[in-house]
Each structure stands twice: as structure tokens, then as C-alpha cells.
DNA sequence: CACTCCCGCCAATTA
DNA sequence: TAATTGGCGGGAGTG
């Protein structure tokens, strides 16, 4: 402390500035350490002002090694800082930038500054949340310690908790693995089953978390107690087995977070007290519950709260109880992926999907649109596990040769996926945690195909058809799609994507495909919809309230895939509702989350692609879907999932542009259509494409004008688009039939929008986004070609489409093009797609440019902070506003 | 005063 | 035995 002291007066300025302090510091340090033992003198003072700056130093000084790391590390920060934007605003941009911190802060390392949350946020900040799976990065706890400027202790008290969400394992002594949110979401869902089983007759039965509380008290020990460390345990590393020895390790933060997260993944309300929560587990723990243990277990859980506070995943709030106002912390995480999807897969049997191949998956495909090695890796985070084994156990591993394969293929997709997912998140995580981060995972999608899947396939198309004459094919390939609905035959199958020739639509191998959505707004609002009806019951409130501008607009802006959905009839109310419903989330947890009821799986999604698929359900439902709709998770799904776009949306945030267009479109006949496919069971992971239906709006080509088409998105479960061509037969005149990978299904739909429209362009460009997929290898059918695969597709695009959206795709390389692209087409069309934004953009492609614009409202108004990534990002593509 | 939660002692584990 | 992990709770900072 001394030495801050030190630090403070002079070095207030900025370290980083002035390595000479740094080195003095570090002489002075050792002498002025002597307090503490050995390492803790060397770097813990610096640090403070400087963190990075002066730790370096030192820590170069110390080793050489560690200096080259952290020169790495440096490079990338600027990149994958996004989460910083959470926190500090200042911080965005660089989290380097210490010394901009340090200015506020130099004055006085005041507590706050040494808050165990800002330091997990200086440590996540060093850190990309989806890492390319290439590139393992490992972390010594010493030298974070020193870079961070604080002892080792403190960093303990994070990788333990990102342990337990499995953003990190340990690999060795001192060594830990970074994985990222990669597999967060399937560790979400896990948790949250495991919760389901522990806490869920708690939680659920009860209507409020006060009332938890009491039962707890009583439930505590019953339920919770014995199994709790156990569960926990194998639901952290379900890969790895449960911990072997669960001495003390057991009780640690790491059960601990465990439990926490899967309080609030119980919790209807997604609010839990601390009070309540340091019962429960102590309960578990122990049934004589001891003030002090009381108050050490809260302690605790401060600890893990502000871990989980810097992830994004929860905020504090306060809740108002009778008795009285109540500390507590609200997931503001994903929620949806792991429940009732499983009432929906059903037929997706297997999807469990392995986060491991997932991981394996989105690296590949990283680095595949990197436009280099595509597969290289699919191991990576395999070999993470075994890291993780070492230290612990090792698993047992589910993975079946299907998955590996369908990786691959889906891998690609998956990787796009991810790729959006950080790029969204990024962008999103910074301004708004909420729905923001996880907004897509790889898992939750598969499940939401699920979902879809039963209704979808049929439903969707039905409606395309309804909205498009055109579309002959739509029939033929719901049916097919219907194949697909049992992923793991579909895989064996696949590779055979149905085409239909002439028709506008996409044919996805049967297995791949899972839904179709077409969202015709008014048309389609024509349309009888049973489903939507059912599902605007649900959410009656939302479409009446919801004006259809608004959503539009925001559909466009987000997501175009939320707002595809919405573009049905229903959807659009849907969305509404969800926007209000979102809008009204408050703190106050009870009220609004009980909206939700039950949106088991609806929550999390976060991933538009979940959204997707709940539109899709209820749009494309009609027939199938009111079945499916029927089913009360469905209902409850998309109601959440909606609220939560509309959460993130921000009805006001209407970027001018988009705004046009989504009321164009809405005045238009478009009709966003999504397509959903889902990848076979084996994908758990899966991939989504969605084509921005918004395209035509977003286009601005004429999209207006084109109306008629607007295959708002196209959801292809990885393996499908990887394995199986998509072949899109261009709907109206524009015979777009080429079919363009799987992964490009989005791109496809899009194209037929496009092509429908005559202006072929914009369809293309939410091709050239899915260029991307190029990367995968798509077996394909298709002639497409690796490099512009998607363009293909039909002539017509392939000639705008090659030439101009692969071009801007060229940013590829980065997700963050991606998202711009997606961003572009997006939107116009659906009326609200909040979170879809995310996914929109992903499909959007450059090509429509308002879209982007929206995004850039959505984002840039929701997080202020959006990662220099995002910003570029948007920026590029933004160029339009 | 209550809420947070930093700090670091010291025990359990591991190398 | 030394080092690493990490439980734990005193007590300080904040509001």
C-alpha cells in the first residue's frame, strides 16, 4: 500500500507513459514488499496505478516469458476488450488504457478501485469472450497478478468462478485455460437443469423468491443439501466428472457460483436476494445455519456476485419485500437454452450437443472466415478438457463420431454463429449486459430448433407460400423439412439437400432444415393464422400494445431474424408484446419476470436465433405450429425471448434509416421469412443463418418495393449448411435456384427476397455474408465455391452479390464484418427484433445498409460502450447513417 | 448503522 | 517441505 502511496503522488499520471517509474518502482518495490513474502512484492504496487503498464515492466523483468505474453495479450486487448464496456465507459476502447482509469482513479486506489468486479473486468478484459478455438490461451495466475497489480488471492477468487461456468479450466499449477462463452450457454443450461432438479420445486412452486426463501428454510435441507455439491459439480465440468475429491474444494466458490447461477436460472423471476441465496446454500451445506456462517457464506457471495456482475450475467438490484428492501443481484444473462427445449427436441434427440465440439466448431470456423485454416482446430478446446481432466477428472466423454463429423459441418456454422454471437455481444455486451451476452449460443439454438422444428417446418413454409405465390416449393419442402425434424437421421441422410428447382426456396438437406419462416407482414397478417392467434393470445397485450412501426423498427435495427419472426402477423404483435413486456422488466423481479412465467428455455436465448425460432413457430405455426404453439413452453419462449429483444431494443432508438425502411416494409408487403434449419441432432450446437429478412428494407434496394420476398432469416443447423447444400430456388422469376451451402441458406432466402424483388443486390449481399460459409466446406451441392459460395446462387447474384457483397464480407475476416453485414439487411422488416438485431446482423449483409444503422442505434444506444470492436464494426458498416 | 467486500491469515492440497 | 489453493472472517470503506 506504501507504494501506491508513492505511486499516487507522482505517478497518478498515467503509468504506462513512463516505464523509468515503473522500473524505480519496481526496485523500491522489492524493498518496500519485504512485508509480504515473496511475490507479492514485486508487482503489487505498481500495479495499482498502472496496472498493466508498470506490471509488465515488472513482469518482464521477472520473465522474459511473460513479457512476450503479455505483449500478446496487449495486442489483442484493444480487440477483445468488448466486455469492458460493461463497466467502465471509459474503458471500451482500451482497457490498456489504464491510464485513463488510473486518471479517476490514481488520485486514490480508493476501495472501489480495488473491487474484486473491476479486477475480473481487467481480467476478462485481456481476454477475448470467443476465442478463436486456435489459439489456447493460457493463464498464470502470477503473472495476472502482476499484471493486474493485486495477489494472487484475489485471482483465485475469479478463476474460480469462471471455472465453474467453465470460461476457464485449469490446466496445471498456475496455469489455466481460457475457453470464453463458447460453451457458456450449454454450461447455463446445465446448470440450469441441475437447478431445475435441486432448487426448481423451490423455485418454481413458488411465486416469489420471499416466499422461496421461507420454503427454502424448510425445503433447504431436503432437497438442496446432499446433492448439491455433487450436481454442481458435474454440471460445472460435465465434462470433466464430478471433482474427484471434493474435500474442501467441494464447498468452495466454485460450487458456490455453481449454485448461485442456478438459483437464479431456477428463479422465475431471475431475482435472487442474497439472503435467501446464502440460505440455500448453506443449507446445503449445513443444516445449523450459524449467524456467521450466515454472514461468511453472504460474504462469499458478494465475491461470486461481482465476478458474475463483470460477465454480465447478473446486476445488483434491490428488491422490496414486505419485510423490507433486500440486496439482490438479477440474471440479466441468457436464459433460454436449456429447458423446455428438451420437450421440443424430442426429436432432436441428441443433440446434446458437446461444448466441446462446439467450441472445436466455432474456432474452426473462425478461422475459417478468417478465410484461412478452417478446421484446424477442432480440438482445441478438446484438448482444453484434458487440461481440465489433469486437474480434475476427466470425463467422460458423450462425444460420438456423428459429432465430430457433424462439427465439421456444423462447425462452420457454429462458428458463424459464435462469430456474431462475440461481435453481438460485443457490441451489445458493452452497452447492455442483459441481453446482450449471450444472446446466441450455439446450444440454445439447437434447442430452440427444436422448438421449430416440429411446427416450423411445415408451418413455414405454408406461409411462405401464402405470402409468396412464387414459392411453389414450399410444400414439398416443409415436408422435407419435417425429415429433418430427427436430427440424427438426418445426418446420415444428409448431403442431399432437396431442391427444389424452380422454387424460391431453399432446400435443406432434410435433416438440416428445420424451419421456414416466412413473415409477411400484412399479407401474411392476412392470413388466418391459428398459431399466431394462439400465440398473440399469449402475448395479446404486447401486439395490441406494440405499434407496428415501432417493432418493425426495431426489427430491423436488431435483429433481422427477431423481426422476420415477427413479420408474420403475430410475430410483429409477439414482438410487441415482448417489447413491453421486456420494457417493464425491472428490477422489481416478481412482476415482470412472471411474465415470462415460464419461458423456460424463452429466456436465454438471447440468441436470436431462439427468437427465430419462436417466431418461426408461431408464424410458420399456423398449421403445425399452433400445435406446437400449443405446447406451453413454446408460448412462454417466445413471449420471453420477445421481451427480451425487446429488451434490447430500444423502441426509441429508431435509427432514421431503418426506421424508413421497417415502415416501408411494414407498409410494404413484406414478410419476412425465416428459415430456419436445424443441424442434426449431433449439432447440439448449431447454426443459424438467418437472412435478414430485413434485407429488402434494409437493402434499401428496392427492397420497398420487393415486398414480396423477404426471407428475413434463414436458421441452418451447421451440419446442414455444412454438409447439405441449401439450395434456394429463387421464388419468382429470379431463379435464384442455386442453392447456396447450408450456410448460406440465409444468404439464399435472402436472395430469394431478392430475387423476387429484382433487385437482386440487396439478397446478395445478405449472401455475401454468408460467403462466410464459404468456409465451411460445404459439400455441396452446390457449385458454389468456396470463395463466394453463397453468390452462387443465382445469377443474378452472384453477379452483385460476388462482386459486392463478398467484397464486404471481405472483412470476414472478423466476425465483426459479418455482423455489419448482417446489421445492413436487417433493418427494415421485422418490426422488432431486439435481440435478432444480433442475429440480423449476422445475416445482414452489407449490402443493406440501414440496418446497420440500426444496430448502431440499437447498440450504441443501449451500450455506450461498445467494444472498439463493435464500434468499427459499426462504423463500417454503419457508413450509411 | 448496514451493506459491501477487501485483506490476508492460515489450513488443506499439491508438487 | 515448500508452494499452491482457497476457506474464512475481521474489520474497513461506503452510503
Not at 487440461?387 to 462452420?412: I, L, W
Not at 444428409?494 to 407482414?521: A, E, I, R, W
Not at 428455455?601 to 406446437?628: I, Q
Not at 441432432?681 to 429488402?696: D, T, V, Y
Request: neutral net charge; hydrophobic residues 30%.
Amino acid at each position: 500500500e506504501n507504494i501506491f502511496d508513492r505511486s499516487r503522488m507522482a505517478p497518478k499520471t498515467p503509468i504506462k507513459n513512463e516505464p523509468v517509474d515503473l522500473s524505480k518502482q519496481k526496485g523500491c518495490t522489492p524493498e518496500t514488499n519485504p512485508i509480504t513474502p515473496v511475490k507479492i512484492i514485486d508487482r503489487p504496487q505498481p500495479d495499482p496505478w498502472t496496472p498493466t503498464a508498470n506490471l509488465k515492466i515488472l513482469v518482464s523483468a521477472a520473465s522474459p516469458d511473460m513479457r512476450d505474453r503479455e505483449k500478446k495479450k496487449e495486442l489483442f486487448r484493444p480487440i477483445e476488450n468488448s466486455e469492458q464496456s460493461d463497466t467502465p465507459d471509459s474503458l471500451q476502447y482500451d482497457i490498456v488504457d489504464d491510464s485513463t482509469v488510473d486518471e479517476f482513479e490514481k488520485q486514490r486506489p480508493s476501495r472501489k478501485q480495488k473491487s474484486l468486479g473491476l479486477l475480473c473486468q481487467k481480467f476478462l478484459a485481456r481476454y477475448p469472450n470467443y476465442p478463436l478455438s486456435t489459439e489456447k490461451t493460457t493463464i498464470s495466475l502470477d503473472e495476472v497478478a502482476s499484471i493486474l497489480g493485486v495477489e494472487r488471492r484475489r485471482i483465485y477468487d475469479i478463476v474460480n468462478v469462471l471455472e465453474s461456468l467453465h470460461l476457464v479450466s485449469r490446466v496445471a499449477k498456475n496455469q489455466y485455460c481460457w475457453h470464453g462463452r463458447h460453451n457458456l450457454s450449454q454450461t447455463l443450461k446445465m446448470l440450469q437443469e441441475a437447478g431445475e432438479l435441486q432448487y426448481g420445486d423451490l423455485m418454481t412452486s413458488q411465486p416469489k423468491e420471499q416466499d422461496l426463501e421461507y420454503k427454502f428454510g424448510e425445503r433447504k435441507k431436503e432437497t438442496v443439501p446432499d446433492s448439491l455439491d455433487r450436481p454442481l459439480l458435474e454440471f460445472s465440468e460435465p465434462d470433466c466428472i464430478s471433482a474427484s475429491a471434493n474435500s474442501r474444494k467441494d464447498k468452495s466458490l466454485r460450487i458456490m457460483s455453481q449454485k448461485f447461477v442456478m438459483l437464479f436460472l431456477v428463479s422465475k423471476t431471475k431475482i435472487v436476494t442474497l439472503d435467501i441465496a446464502a440460505k440455500i446454500l448453506i443449507e446445503e451445506t449445513q443444516d445449523t445455519v450459524d449467524h456467521s456462517k450466515f454472514k461468511t457464506k453472504v460474504r462469499r457471495l458478494y465475491d461470486i456476485a461481482n465476478v458474475l456482475t463483470s460477465l454480465g450475467l447478473i446486476k445488483k438490484v434491490h428488491v422490496t419485500e414486505e419485510r423490507g428492501r433486500k440486496p439482490a443481484f438479477k440474471w440479466i444473462g441468457p436464459v433460454e437454452f436449456p429447458e423446455k427445449t428438451d420437450e421440443l427436441r424430442g426429436h432432436s434427440p441428441t443433440s446434446d450437443p458437446l461444448p466441446e465440439t462446439q467450441r472445436g466448431a466455432c474456432a474452426q470456423y473462425q478461422t475459417s472466415a478468417t478465410g484461412k485454416q478452417r478446421f484446424t482446430r477442432h480440438s482445441s478446446f478438446n484438448s482444453a478438457q484434458p487440461c481440465e481432466a489433469t486437474r480434475r477428472k476427466v470425463s467422460s466423454e458423450p462425444n460420438s463420431p456423428h459429432q465430430e463429423r457433424q462439427d465439421e459441418n456444423c462447425s462452420k456454422m457454429i462458428n458463424l454463429a459464435a462469430v456474431c454471437r462475440q461481435k453481438i455481444e460485443e457490441d451489445t455486451g458493452s452497452a447492455k449486459n442483459s441481453d446482450i451476452n449471450l444472446p446466441f449460443s450455439l446450444l440454445p439454438v439447437p434447442g430452440d430448433s427444436d422448438f421449430c422444428v416440429n411446427p416450423l417446418p411445415q408451418a413455414v413454409f405454408p406461409v411462405v407460400q401464402t405470402d409468396v405465390p412464387s414459392f411453389s416449393l414450399p410444400v414439398g419442402i416443409s415436408s422435407q423439412a419435417s425429415h429433418p425434424s430427427t436430427p440424427a437421421a438426418s445426418k446420415t441422410e444428409n448431403g442431399k439437400p432437396t431442391l427444389v428447382p424452380n422454387q424460391p426456396f431453399l432446400c435443406f438437406p432434410s435433416s438440416s432444415l428445420f424451419m421456414l419462416c416466412g413473415g409477411l407482414q400484412e399479407n401474411n397478417l392476412s392470413k388466418p393464422l391459428p398459431t399466431a392467434g394462439d400465440l398473440a393470445n399469449r402475448c395479446p397485450e404486447a401486439q395490441a400494445a406494440v405499434p407496428p412501426t415501432v417493432c418493425q423498427k426495431r426489427s430491423s435495427h436488431k435483429c433481422s431474424s427477431p423481426s422476420a419472426p415477427v413479420d408474420d402477423e403475430e410475430p410483429a404483435a409477439k414482438k410487441q408484446t415482448l417489447e413491453h413486456s421486456d420494457l417493464p422488466l425491472s428490477l422489481v423481479v416478481s412482476k415482470k419476470p412472471s411474465e415470462s412465467p415460464k419461458a423456460e428455455s424463452s429466456p436465454g436465448r438471447g440468441c436470436s436465433a431462439a427468437v427465430h425460432l419462436e417466431t418461426n413457430h408461431l408464424d410458420l405455426a399456423s398449421p403445425a405450429a399452433t400445435e406446437v404453439a400449443n405446447k406451453e413452453p413454446t408460448k412462454p419462449l417466445d413471449c420471453q425471448e420477445q421481451e427480451k429483444r425487446s429488451q434490447n431494443k430500444d423502441p426509441d432508438e429508431p435509427s432514421p434509416g431503418n426506421e424508413h425502411i421497417s415502415k416501408d416494409n411494414a407498409n410494404q408487403p413484406f414478410q419476412p421469412q425465416y428459415l430456419y434449419v436445424q443441424p442434426t441432432a449431433g449439432l447440439s450446437s448449431f447454426n443459424f443463418l438467418f437472412s435478414a429478412n430485413q434485407a429488402p428494407g434494409a437493402v434499401s434496394l428496392a427492397a420497398n418495393q420487393l415486398p414480396s420476398l423477404s426471407v428475413p432469416c434463414v436458421m441452418v443447423p451447421s451440419t446442414a449448411l455444412a454438409s447439405f447444400p441449401l439450395v434456394c430456388s429463387p421464388p419468382f422469376t429470379s431463379p435464384l435456384s442455386p442453392v447456396p451451402d447450408g450456410s448460406f441458406s440465409a444468404a439464399a432466402s435472402t436472395n430469394f427476397s431478392m430475387s423476387s424483388l429484382a433487385s437482386a443486390t440487396p439478397v446478395f449481399i445478405s449472401t455475401t455474408a454468408v460467403v462466410t460459409p464459404k468456409v465451411s466446406p460445404a459439400p455441396s451441392v452446390d457449385p458454389q465455391q468456396p470463395a463466394h459460395p453463397a453468390l452462387h446462387l443465382s445469377p443474378v447474384l452472384t453477379r452483385s452479390c460476388s462482386a459486392v457483397k463478398l467484397d464486404s464480407p471481405v472483412c470476414m475476416g472478423h466476425p465483426v464484418t459479418l455482423l455489419k453485414l448482417q446489421q445492413a439487411s436487417s433493418a427494415p422488416l421485422t418490426p422488432k427484433s431486439i435481440r435478432p438485431a444480433h442475429h440480423e446482423a449476422f445475416f445482414k449483409t452489407p449490402g443493406s445498409l440501414g440496418d446497420p444503422v440500426a444496430w448502431k442505434k440499437n447498440e450504441g444506444n443501449q451500450t455506450r460502450n461498445a467494444s472498439s470492436v463493435q464500434r468499427r464494426l459499426e462504423i463500417s458498416s454503419t457508413s450509411p447513417d
